[in-house]
């Protein structure tokens, strides 16, 4: 697999200067986060309200969450979103974000891996 410059961070963490294009990747804007502390927010890439819900409240087992959460991201938007981040991963350091407190429970993962594989589909990158 091809290798990216991808960072997962809580949106309520401290900006930091190789955290690179800021990326914010929830359904909802978080409480109490200034607009200017992302560079971008891809509302279609976080957890549909529908699944939130009852994955937070543990209702819903791992598996079957990440099966729900990749075939809610195969819509066009978010593919040509996962196709812009792999993009942008191979040539800057890309840190997503979200509010929820176990970024390795979260959907993040997933998503990392799914812009991974995305990469990993890309055109070689030419020499510098």
Known sequence: MRRV???LKRVYDAIEPDDGIRVLVTYYWPRG???T???RWY???GTPPALLKPWQQGKVPRDRFVS????AV???EAR???RELAALAREQTVTLLTSFRDLQHSHLPILRQLIEEEASRLAPKPPS
């Open 80 to 82: 040509g979103l996962i």
């Open 5 to 7: 410059a991808l960072r």
């Open 68 to 71: 729900l959460y990749r075939t």
């Open 33 to 35: 986060i200034p607009k």
């Open 43 to 45: 509302r279609a890439l």
């Open 37 to 39: 502390s992302v560079d």
């Open 74 to 76: 195969e819509t066009e």
